[in-house]
């Protein structure tokens, strides 16, 4: 079961980290999905497993790919619009309940 449209009212557009070349970070193209975003601080651990502070945690489809260093534009076209970069993302897949991915922004 996917999450309900409904539930997603905004929109975010997602650039997904794709590794280093010889002039830096190399990332997709640019792909709009909907969202539920949520501006909020939180201690969360990166990859390393370092502490690392999360300003914002985006919630979409589990169909969205954006591993960790993916750039993801948060409230876009509007005054508060930023490319924040993604330190974890998270899959939430179970029979009974709406399926999402959950994605923890610098």
Not at 29 to 53: C, F, N
């Amino acid at each position: 079961m996917l999450i309900p449209a409904r539930l997603l009212p905004h929109r975010v557009t997602v650039e997904p980290y794709l590794g280093s070349g010889a002039y830096g970070d190399v990332f997709g193209d640019p792909v709009d999905h909907r969202a539920y975003v949520e501006d909020s601080r939180r201690l969360v651990r990166d990859d390393t497993g370092a502490e690392v502070v999360s300003e914002t945690t985006v919630r979409t489809r589990p169909d969205v790919s954006a591993p960790p260093g993916s750039r993801i534009t948060v409230w876009p076209t509007t005054a508060r619009e930023r490319v924040a970069r993604v330190i974890t993302n998270s899959l939430y897949d179970h029979p009974a309940a709406p399926s999402h991915c959950e994605f923890a922004l610098t």
